[in-house]
């Protein structure tokens, strides 16, 4: 990725992605409001990270973290349309890896399980789990469900136990979610789990 440069994004910048790039990105029903991404960034929970060719933003990656913890959560990850189908995903991927996982750290994020009975999201649903695991990014052996949504989760970097990782996972939900809300809409693990 010569003549690239990859550096965290200022408020301003995750505004502006937020309101052109992430919203033709992700459905709906998959962002998280903005206000909650930038209170997140306020704390010091969020690191916005995109991959520019000059000044031109080639892709992103949101990671989401709790203080202390060693893994980092990949939030939300994209290749703007131009960039597509050319690689570039998988390389910025491979990039981030590297750079976060050294020893004792790693990355992990959430897949929707495709298993909806719809074959055009499964399909869609598959072929990103795929890309994620030809990363080398593994299965761990648990699930969650999150606001009602079934998600796999995957994991790269420094062999971790999953009870390890979960502990993790829901520190990092409780930067954002406390009390009744948690309780309610962030199951880690999720009950009955399952695979794809």
């Given at each position: 990725?010569?003549?690239?440069?990859?550096?965290?994004?200022?408020?301003?910048?995750?505004?502006?992605?937020?309101?052109?790039?992430?919203?033709?990105?992700?459905?709906?029903?998959?962002?998280?409001?903005?206000?909650c991404?930038?209170?997140?960034l306020?704390?010091?929970?969020?690191e916005?990270?995109?991959?520019?060719?000059?000044?031109?933003?080639?892709?992103?990656?949101?990671?989401?973290r709790?203080?202390?913890?060693?893994?980092r959560?990949?939030?939300?990850?994209?290749?703007?349309?131009?960039g597509?189908?050319?690689?570039?995903?998988?390389?910025?991927?491979?990039?981030?890896?590297e750079r976060?996982?050294?020893?004792?750290?790693?990355?992990?994020?959430?897949?929707?399980?495709?298993?909806?009975?719809?074959?055009?999201?499964?399909?869609?649903?598959?072929?990103?789990?795929?890309?994620y695991?030809?990363?080398?990014?593994?299965?761990?052996?648990?699930?969650?469900?999150?606001?009602g949504?079934?998600?796999?989760?995957?994991?790269?970097?420094?062999?971790?136990?999953d009870?390890?990782?979960?502990?993790?996972?829901?520190?990092?939900?409780?930067?954002?979610?406390?009390?009744?809300?948690?309780?309610?809409?962030?199951?880690?693990?999720?009950?009955?789990?399952?695979?794809?």
């Open positions: 990725m010569n003549d690239t440069c990859f550096r965290l994004l200022t408020a301003a910048e995750l505004d502006r992605l937020y309101e052109t790039d992430m919203t033709r990105d992700f459905p709906a029903d998959e962002l998280k409001p903005l206000s991404l930038q209170t997140l306020a704390k010091g929970n969020y916005p990270y995109g991959l520019f060719y000059g000044e031109t933003l080639l892709a992103y990656a949101l990671y989401w709790a203080a202390g913890e060693p893994y959560m990949l939030d939300y990850f994209a290749v703007l349309p131009e597509r189908n050319k690689g570039l995903g998988g390389k910025l991927l491979k990039e981030m890896l976060f996982c050294g020893e004792e750290q790693g990355v992990f994020l959430e897949v929707e399980i495709p298993n909806t009975g719809d074959e055009a999201v499964d399909s869609l649903r598959r072929r990103r789990l795929g890309f695991r030809r990363a080398g990014l593994r299965q761990m052996g648990y699930t969650t469900r999150i606001f949504v079934p998600f796999l989760v995957l994991a790269y970097g420094s062999e971790i136990s009870e390890a990782l979960m502990e993790t996972h829901r520190k990092i939900y409780r930067t954002a979610f406390s009390g009744a809300v948690y309780e309610r809409q962030v199951l880690i693990p999720a009950e009955g789990g399952g695979q794809a």
